[in-house]
T-cell receptor, first 114, second 113 residues
Framework: EPEVTQTPSHQVTQMGQEVILRCVPISNHLYFYWYRQILGQKVEFLVSFYNNEISEKSEIFDDQFSVERPDGSNFTLKIRSTKLEDSAMYFC????????????FGPGTRLTVL | AQSVSQHNHHVILSEAASLELGCNYSYGGTVNLFWYVQYPGQHLQLLLKYFSGDPLVKGIKGFEAEFIKSKFSFNLRKPSVQWSDTAEYFCALTMDSSYKLIFGSGTRLLVRP
């Protein structure tokens, strides 16, 4: 069964450094998402991406964040200058075309900002 | 602001007990509702979803949920839990034409053998 994969599983970085989190969505999916979960808090939506454009983003997704689909398989989330409060679990999800299709989630990347 | 509430944060049951996890939401428009499960060490997986039609939906592994629009609820049920149901359960919704998922805080279920 096809799955969403994410790398790395754990990323440790210094405050102010740039990080790129990588996701490989399911191959025939066209809609891509990033969510995050700060420890002890709810899973929060960050951004959705379709047809090489951001289709929706949350207030959290400020100028420090960007997303890209650099090739036909990867979907990346970049944080330009990490802050302590960016420490969280970041989940990628993908969905295929059609109104009644659910999102499939990856295993997550745990980002620790020191 | 739109929100999803899961009132039970931790539930402990013995095997064969019945399960009901509460989920309420606050939004007056059209919603699509989901229950996701996260088994220990695994990623979020869909248990079941409601888009329209029969408000009683059946999912995988014997789970079902009932959408009661008048109560803004979408409670998850299973008549007889197994040890393997130990996991964290998340209720979530999307609103109108948006596909962003809004999650509840999750319920950790521990089933004792």
């Amino acid at each position: 069964e096809p799955e969403v994969t994410q790398t790395p599983s754990h990323q440790v970085t210094q405050m102010g450094q740039e990080v790129i989190l990588r996701c490989v969505p399911i191959s025939n999916h066209l809609y891509f998402y990033w969510y995050r979960q700060i420890l002890g808090q709810k899973v929060e939506f960050l951004v959705s991406f379709y047809n090489n454009e951001i289709s929706e983003k949350s207030e959290i997704f400020d100028d420090q964040f960007s997303v890209e689909r650099p090739d036909g398989s990867n979907f990346t989330l970049k944080i330009r200058s990490t802050k302590l409060e960016d420490s969280a679990m970041y989940f990628c999800a993908s969905r295929k075309e059609g109104s009644y299709n659910e999102q499939f989630f990856g295993p997550g990347t745990r980002l620790t900002v020191l | 602001a739109q929100s999803v509430s899961q009132h039970n944060h931790h539930v402990i049951l013995s095997e064969a007990a019945s399960l009901e996890l509460g989920c309420n939401y606050s939004y007056g428009g059209t919603v699509n509702l989901f229950w996701y499960v996260q088994y220990p060490g695994q990623h979020l997986q869909l248990l079941l979803k409601y888009f329209s039609g029969d408000p009683l939906v059946k999912g995988i592994k014997g789970f079902e949920a009932e959408f009661i629009k008048s109560k803004f609820s979408f409670n998850l049920r299973k008549p007889s839990v197994q040890w393997s149901d130990t996991a964290e359960y998340f209720c979530a919704l999307t609103m109108d034409s948006s596909y962003k998922l809004i999650f509840g805080s999750g319920t950790r279920l521990l089933v004792r053998p």
